[in-house]
């Protein structure tokens, strides 16, 4: 369902985690029933927990749960080193970034039209007139804010894959063989025999020989 694949974007960039069969680790909305689904059952059937809510759960989705124990209190006061700081966790939501947070509050305007038409079917009784109306009213307006969400995504994907990777950085001039022994005739190779080294004139042989001491000269 369109639905799931755009909450579970917007609850991975939302939170950054590595773990998505944990996604609504913060929220008061839970999928519902004793036996609930396991990482292993999710990962092997490729499930998250949005396809253990039901449909009207959605509208419920970004609640964040009180902190009622003490162990996850005292770690919040741990972790805030001002006040400020401690309230704003306190009262932060699971999803603050904009754009999603106006999304999921408009999802019960549209999904409340929609959640009706479906008991219907799912009972198999005959809808009004009026619940057919708000129904084919209310399911263009979803599909398309949903339409839209997943191009902004698909936009932004190519231009970060296209992002040059970050320059190693270039050591300054001088500095970038500083740590190399600087070539001495020992580390030259020998020429071959009766190779042209043998031919080169005198002056440039000269070149390669220390100079002579005033002694020698002498």
Same mark, same amino acid.
């Not at 396809?51 to 959605?58: I, N, R, S």
């Given at each position: ?14 939170? &950054? ?11 008061? %909305? =839970?999928?519902?029933? +004793?036996?609930?689904? *396991?990482?292993? *059952? ?14 009207? *759960?959605? %509208? ?7 902190? +009622? ?29 904009? /754009? /999603? ?6 999802? +019960?305007?549209?999904? /409340?039209? @929609? ?12 809808? &009004? +007139?009026? %619940?057919?109306?708000?129904? /084919? ?5 979803? %599909? =398309? ?24 950085? @270039? ?27 043998? *031919? ?8 390669? $020989?220390?100079?002579? &001491?005033?002694?020698? $000269?002498?």
């Amino acid at each position: 369902m369109k639905l799931r694949r755009v909450l579970t974007l917007i609850y991975l960039h939302a939170n &950054s985690v590595t773990d998505p069969y944990d996604l609504l680790s913060e929220e008061t %909305v =839970q999928p519902m029933g +004793k036996d609930r689904p *396991q990482e292993l *059952q999710m990962k092997a059937a490729t499930e998250n927990q949005f396809f253990h809510l039901t449909f009207g *759960q959605y %509208v419920g989705l970004n609640h964040r749960a009180e902190l +009622k124990q003490v162990s996850a209190l005292l770690e919040v006061v741990r972790d805030s080193h001002t006040y400020e700081v401690f309230r704003t966790e306190v009262n932060r939501l699971p999803i603050e970034h904009e /754009d /999603d947070a106006a999304l999921l509050a408009g999802l +019960k305007e549209r999904m /409340d039209a @929609i959640e009706t038409m479906r008991n219907c079917v799912a009972h198999n009784r005959r809808p &009004s +007139k009026k %619940v057919v109306e708000n129904y /084919d009213n209310a399911r263009p307006l979803l %599909v =398309q804010l949903l339409d839209n969400y997943l191009a902004r995504w698909e936009r932004a994907a190519p231009v970060a894959a296209a992002a040059p990777a970050p320059a190693a950085a @270039i050591p300054p001039e001088g500095e970038a063989h500083a740590n190399e022994a600087p070539p001495i005739a020992e580390n030259l190779p020998a020429p071959a025999a009766g190779g042209a080294a043998e *031919q080169e004139p005198a002056a440039a042989q000269a070149a390669l $020989e220390p100079p002579a &001491s005033p002694e020698d $000269e002498a």
